[in-house]
């Protein structure tokens, strides 16, 4: 089945038309800077050259329609109608309680969606303009809902709930959500068929480093702990997200630096983390060229970065009482080297041991087993592919709907 996956942010959609039977890419790309000037488009087909262009574009629906007109194009022999395109599946960031698996998209669903703005205010406004632009441009088709969250609806309240009066979970919903939910569901199951292991009876970290990073403990094939939390602000330190912080230095904030609340959430979501502490760069990449140059605020970022790692992987080989393999993924997580062994040296002692060369030759895109052979745990670099996943289950809901045109 060929299905459109859309992951929207608030100036880009990035898209995949993936063939979900033979699970391959038929065509990728982004639209970026939607509103500016000049935006850019890139489209990619496997075995042909990147194709960019740049034109102006205001909105998410024209984005979308810039990406139909390359499709449908006759040259590039991909589609040569729109209800070629079986089903759209939407990456949405926050289901929050209503939405533990991936739903059809209806005016009840929007709604919802739109009621957890607060919690994901970064994702769920564009997550939502894409819905309404791609269900423009494309009626009639089957469009589904596939939540960051879901994955983790089989936390145990003792890991979801927090530390403050049960009225305000019973009101508000305030409780741990868990986010990357795809990506940890997919390299998860990834390292079951490959290992062969028995998915019962395992205990797998997946550590899914990007710009927004989070870390899982699944035991039996399930989310029983992650690192995010309310919101994808919370846990480790991220690109430019604070993670975990004392609450009490909001309150200190507003009295010492008088910063309302506005300020206060644009400080935490997008001028903290790596880019806060280092004061130079929140990409990876840009860190290590600079430390490598002598700047101690730079590796002072990537200390932090790889500390925090390795205390929530300690932490859940604690909860899951043992760990059959950690894996490795996204962005930083797939490409740096130095990030994983810098995370996990030091912990033969709790049967971790990271092969430094077999850790540098993972090749990029490639499943790599990095663990040396006497460590008791197992180190995997698996690269994620959460669009395939969001596909998926596209195809699956999108073939039981009564509103599939092809039935």
């Given at each position: 089945m060929l299905v459109l996956v859309i992951?929207?942010?608030?100036?880009?959609?990035?898209?995949?038309?993936?063939?979900?039977?033979?699970?391959?890419?038929?065509?990728?790309?982004?639209?970026?800077?939607?509103?500016?000037?000049?935006?850019?488009i890139k489209h990619d087909q496997p075995g042909k050259p990147l194709i960019?262009?740049?034109?102006?574009?205001?909105?998410?629906?024209?984005?979308?329609?810039?990406?139909l007109d390359f499709l449908l194009n006759e040259k590039n022999q991909i589609i040569s109608s729109p209800s070629d395109i079986r089903a759209v599946g939407h990456r949405v960031v926050h289901g929050g309680e209503m939405f533990k698996d991936s739903v059809l998209i209806d005016d009840v669903v929007k709604d919802a969606i739109e009621q957890a703005f607060d919690l994901?205010?970064?994702?769920?406004?564009?997550?939502?303009?894409?819905?309404?632009?791609?269900?423009?441009?494309?009626?009639?088709i089957p469009?589904?809902?596939?939540?960051?969250?879901?994955?983790?609806?089989?936390?145990?309240?003792?890991?979801y709930l927090y530390g403050i009066p049960n009225r305000l979970y019973r009101r508000h919903k305030i409780r741990k959500y868990g986010f990357h939910g795809t990506s940890h569901y997919y390299v998860s199951r990834k390292y079951y068929s490959l290992s062969g292991i028995n998915r019962e009876k395992s205990r797998v970290i997946t550590c899914h480093l990007g710009n927004g990073a989070s870390i899982a403990a699944i035991k039996g094939g399930e989310s029983i702990d992650t690192s995010m939390g309310f919101t994808p602000l919370s846990g480790m330190v991220m690109g430019t997200r604070s993670g975990d912080l004392d609450p009490s230095i909001l309150f200190?904030?507003?009295?010492?630096?008088?910063?309302?609340?506005?300020?206060?959430?644009?400080?935490?979501?997008?001028?903290?983390g790596l880019l806060g502490l280092s004061g130079y760069a929140a990409d990876m990449r840009d860190l290590i060229e600079e430390a490598k140059n002598g700047d101690r605020r730079c590796q002072q970022a990537i200390d932090v970065f790889c500390y925090n790692v390795k205390k929530f992987v300690s932490t859940y080989i604690g909860v899951l009482n043992g760990c059959d393999a950690i894996l490795f993924t996204a962005?930083?997580?797939?490409?740096?080297?130095?990030?994983?062994?810098?995370?996990?040296?030091?912990m033969d002692g709790i049967g971790v041991e990271i092969d430094p060369e077999r850790n540098r030759g993972a090749k990029?895109?490639?499943?790599?087993?990095?663990?040396?052979?006497?460590?008791?745990?197992?180190?995997?670099?698996?690269?994620?592919?959460?669009?395939?996943?969001?596909?998926?289950?596209?195809?699956?809901?999108?073939?039981?709907?009564?509103?599939?045109?092809?039935?």
């Open positions: 992951n929207c942010g608030s100036s880009s959609v990035k898209y995949n038309l993936i063939e979900t039977d033979q699970e391959r890419d038929v065509c990728k790309g982004i639209v970026e800077r939607i509103g500016a000037v000049t935006s850019i960019k262009d740049a034109k102006v574009i205001t909105t998410h629906s024209e984005a979308l329609q810039a990406i994901a205010p970064l994702h769920n406004p564009p997550n939502l303009k894409g819905i309404e632009a791609a269900q423009e441009r494309l009626p009639g469009h589904v809902a596939v939540f960051d969250t879901a994955f983790h609806h089989s936390l145990p309240d003792r890991a200190y904030l507003v009295e010492k630096e008088e910063l309302q609340l506005n300020s206060l959430h644009s400080m935490l979501n997008r001028h903290s962005g930083i997580g797939e490409n740096s080297p130095m990030i994983r062994e810098k995370s996990l040296e030091g990029p895109g490639e499943i790599t087993k990095i663990s040396t052979d006497a460590s008791k745990t197992e180190i995997y670099v698996i690269p994620t592919n959460e669009e395939l996943v969001i596909a998926i289950d596209a195809a699956k809901i999108a073939s039981a709907s009564g509103q599939s045109p092809w039935i």
